[in-house]
């Protein structure tokens, strides 16, 4: 049975692009996520949804023929689990996984709010590894795949963003070491490094008070447009691709991370102490409003 729906698979998988491929996509009620799905769906995918705006979700799964979706918080082991198993079942078994969803919110290392840390590991590092977790077993087969939506972050470290560099860091780190443990299953996995694309996520993250004291009314390399990065997305499940970026030039950045460090330690050394002092006070909200969870630090009296 496993050797016939394989081989079906991939008769239906050469006829085009991605047809017939079930894929399923964390964060999928905006930004890349919702992009991702539409696109896939356009392409003939059968696609699965879950996200925490459960009204979004909605209607981005409307837009995909009606496609099986959830609300999810990815940093629930037990949420996620019950969630992924179910959305695999109604898919009829699992291609693709995109561990998509992520957060950001400013942080200030000395004096910032330690539940900014806290929330940000929750959901780009656990929520990451409690996807693929349950996910995985599923996609342990010769045309499996999980992609792993990281951040040139991950690699080049910005003032106020230490929350989000180190959780993405892990979600690369999750990423490379899950690509061994499934070799032999003839599964592949992929990490997505994207700099600043045209997302609310870059909107909200980089418009603060904080944020504009170093940076202005721009970002660091400036706002790329979305599509490509989708392009590059649907080109890696397609061809299950190691890696994926967007723009082109974090290609070359990503080999060299030191070099591109010092370039960021010298051009934003102005303003930074003022941000801090912003940051240390500003009603910064999370890019993703979320759900009330228990504290996984107790804090000095």
Same mark, same amino acid.
């Given at each position: 049975m496993f050797i016939g729906g394989t081989v079906a698979s991939m008769s239906v998988f050469s006829a085009t692009p991605v047809a017939g491929r079930r894929v +399923?996509?964390?964060? *999928? *009620? !905006?930004?890349i996520g919702a992009a991702l799905a539409r696109q896939l769906h356009a392409g003939g995918a059968k696609v699965a949804?879950?996200?925490l705006e459960a009204d979004l979700l909605a209607e981005v799964a409307h837009e995909c023929g009606d496609a099986?979706? !959830?609300y999810c918080d990815v940093a629930d082991s037990a949420q996620a689990e019950r969630v992924v198993n179910t959305l695999v079942s109604e898919l009829g078994g699992l291609d693709a996984v995109v561990a998509n969803a992520g957060v950001a919110r400013q942080l200030a290392l000395l004096g910032g709010d330690p539940a900014v840390m806290e929330e940000t590991l929750a959901v780009n590092v656990l929520g990451v590894y409690y996807t693929l977790r349950a *996910?995985?077993?599923?996609?342990?087969?010769?045309?499996?795949y999980a992609l792993i939506v990281s951040s040139l972050?991950?690699?080049?470290? +910005?003032? +106020?963003?230490?929350?989000? %560099?180190? %959780?993405? *860091?892990?979600?690369?780190? +999750?990423?490379?070491?899950?690509?061994?443990?499934i070799r032999h299953t003839g599964a592949k996995v992929g990490i997505a490094y994207f700099a600043e694309l045209d997302t609310d996520m870059t909107t909200r993250g980089f418009g603060t008070a904080a944020a504009?004291?170093?940076?202005?009314r721009s970002t660091v390399s400036g706002v790329a447009p979305l599509g490509p990065a989708i392009d590059a997305l649907e080109r890696a499940i397609r061809r299950r691709r190691r890696q994926v970026v967007s723009p082109w030039w974090v290609a070359v950045a990503l080999p060299f991370r030191p070099i591109a460090q010092c370039i960021i330690d010298i051009a934003l050394r102005r303003g930074v102490a003022h941000a801090l002092d912003i940051a240390r006070t500003e009603d910064a909200p999370f890019t993703t409003e979320q759900p009330a969870r228990p504290r996984r630090m107790e804090r000095p009296n």
């Amino acid at each position: 049975m496993f050797i016939g729906g394989t081989v079906a698979s991939m008769s239906v998988f050469s006829a085009t692009p991605v047809a017939g491929r079930r894929v +399923l996509i964390t964060g *999928a *009620a !905006r930004g890349i996520g919702a992009a991702l799905a539409r696109q896939l769906h356009a392409g003939g995918a059968k696609v699965a949804l879950l996200g925490l705006e459960a009204d979004l979700l909605a209607e981005v799964a409307h837009e995909c023929g009606d496609a099986p979706w !959830r609300y999810c918080d990815v940093a629930d082991s037990a949420q996620a689990e019950r969630v992924v198993n179910t959305l695999v079942s109604e898919l009829g078994g699992l291609d693709a996984v995109v561990a998509n969803a992520g957060v950001a919110r400013q942080l200030a290392l000395l004096g910032g709010d330690p539940a900014v840390m806290e929330e940000t590991l929750a959901v780009n590092v656990l929520g990451v590894y409690y996807t693929l977790r349950a *996910a995985g077993p599923h996609i342990c087969h010769p045309t499996g795949y999980a992609l792993i939506v990281s951040s040139l972050a991950a690699a080049v470290n +910005l003032p +106020l963003a230490g929350a989000y %560099s180190a %959780s993405k *860091a892990g979600a690369e780190a +999750l990423g490379n070491t899950l690509r061994n443990e499934i070799r032999h299953t003839g599964a592949k996995v992929g990490i997505a490094y994207f700099a600043e694309l045209d997302t609310d996520m870059t909107t909200r993250g980089f418009g603060t008070a904080a944020a504009r004291a170093i940076l202005g009314r721009s970002t660091v390399s400036g706002v790329a447009p979305l599509g490509p990065a989708i392009d590059a997305l649907e080109r890696a499940i397609r061809r299950r691709r190691r890696q994926v970026v967007s723009p082109w030039w974090v290609a070359v950045a990503l080999p060299f991370r030191p070099i591109a460090q010092c370039i960021i330690d010298i051009a934003l050394r102005r303003g930074v102490a003022h941000a801090l002092d912003i940051a240390r006070t500003e009603d910064a909200p999370f890019t993703t409003e979320q759900p009330a969870r228990p504290r996984r630090m107790e804090r000095p009296n």
